[in-house]
């Protein structure tokens, strides 16, 4: 009998060891930091935080992801823009708002990381001017622009939701 429990204990340590092992290498696998390029978060990974950048955390991973397509509504005003970016639910994943003026030009710089956006495109940003103006960019050239927020002026304005991680 007593040899029997002590070939049992050997097995069920090899048993619980191996399976240990297993278990560090998968999550050390899931836990991988992303980087510019993947796919994370619902979204494409556009920038990640560097020391200097606001709300940047020394031994944490923080950054941008955009949506990989345009939303399918076209010619919304600024309001309505930004209402439907924010309702967006992808993979899961909430939290997705219109990118600030500065987030649209790290998406046109990072535009063939993601894929899919439109030449000849203007794409609306979260960021206001004033209560009647909202900046724009033109993926053509990268070129910033005031944009009317609401009316027949407004023309056809892209959406690409971004989410912070």
Not at 16 to 41: I, M, N
Not at 46 to 68: N, T
Not at 81 to 98: D, F, I, M, T, V
Not at 140 to 164: C, D, F, H
């Amino acid at each position: 009998m007593e040899h029997f429990f002590g070939k049992f204990g050997i097995r069920l340590f090899t048993a619980l060891l191996l399976w240990g092992l297993g278990v560090l290498a998968v999550s050390e696998v899931s836990f991988a930091a992303p980087k510019v390029g993947d796919e994370y978060g619902g979204g494409k990974v556009v920038y990640i935080l560097q020391p200097g950048d606001p709300g940047y955390v020394a031994g944490e991973e923080h950054g941008m992801v955009a949506a990989k397509e345009d939303l399918p509504q076209e010619s919304l005003s600024w309001a309505e823009a930004k209402a439907a970016a924010e309702r967006l639910e992808l993979s899961g994943y909430k939290g997705w708002s219109l990118p600030t003026q500065q987030e649209l030009s790290l998406l046109y710089k990072n535009q063939a990381i993601v894929g899919g956006f439109r030449d000849y495109s203007y794409y609306w940003s979260g960021s206001e001017v004033d209560n009647q103006k909202a900046w724009a960019l033109d993926f053509y050239n990268g070129e910033k622009v005031l944009s009317v927020k609401s009316g027949a002026l407004t023309g056809i304005r892209r959406i690409r939701a971004i989410r912070k991680f």
